[in-house]
């Protein structure tokens, strides 16, 4: 089956800092999307971006299909970050969205 | 709209015991799936469907059922619970394109507990 793949696993920050989380993947894929899972649970949608660039304020993503990859990248964080940031790609000719390990992202005042 | 909404939110089971979870989604959205998630772990596919009357396993599909007889509802049964499914649950639902599921959105999950 498909790989998934994020880097790094964990990361602590200062506030303010910026940051680059990236995704890996082992075959072609219809779509991808980013999710940051909350300090309580909540799993909220970041960005849905087969491919090209999206940006939301002070987050941003660019995936490259071809390449299999896709990065997030996170500028001038806040404390507000921190949680776990999960990519999850639908596996292409199949309607499976398979998750990766995630990033686990810590923002210190 | 509620969106998708997992009930019950927490549950505690004796080995053995059967419970299902119950997903609604009020968005006429076609396609519906569950994960699970164990500490520290990412998200794991258990059954997914594309419509009424379609199922399909995913990665961990093992001592869990599920069935989509309507569009809005899509239950995942545990027939004789083991502690090992001790997870939290989530229930994911999106339009559908056709040929992709589309963008996922997801309910606020359920934690279940098997003694």
């Known amino acids: 089956g498909i790989q998934v793949e994020q880097s790094p696993p964990d990361l602590i920050l200062q506030e303010g800092a910026n940051s680059t989380l990236r995704c890996n993947f082992s075959?072609?894929?219809?779509?991808l999307q980013w999710f940051h899972q909350n300090p309580w649970g909540q799993l909220i949608n970041l960005f849905y971006?087969?491919?090209g660039t999206k940006q939301n304020g002070r987050l941003s993503a660019t995936t490259v299909a071809t390449e299999r990859y896709s990065l997030l990248y996170i500028s001038s964080s806040q404390t507000t970050d921190s949680g776990v940031y999960f990519c999850?790609?639908?596996?292409?000719?199949?309607?499976?969205?398979?998750f990766g390990p995630g990033t686990s992202l810590s923002v210190i005042p | 709209n509620a969106g998708v909404t997992q009930t019950p939110k927490f549950q505690v089971l004796k080995t053995g015991q059967s419970m299902t979870l119950q997903c609604a989604q009020d968005m006429n959205h076609e396609y519906m799936s569950w994960y699970r998630q164990d500490p520290g772990m990412g998200l794991r596919l258990i059954h997914y469907?594309?419509?009424?009357?379609?199922?399909d396993q995913g990665e961990v599909p093992n001592g869990y059922n599920v069935s989509r007889s309507t569009t809005e509802d899509f239950p995942l049964r545990l027939l004789s619970a083991a502690p090992s499914q001790t997870s939290v649950y989530f229930c994911?639902?999106?339009?559908?394109?056709?040929?992709?599921?589309?963008?996922?959105?997801f309910g606020e999950g359920s934690r279940l507990t098997v003694l």
């Open positions: 469907s594309v419509g009424a009357g379609i199922t």
């Open positions: 075959d072609s894929v219809n779509n």
């Open positions: 971006i087969p491919s």
């Open positions: 994911a639902s999106s339009y559908g394109l056709g040929w992709s599921a589309g963008e996922l959105f």
């Open positions: 999850a790609v639908e596996w292409t000719s199949y309607d499976k969205v398979i």
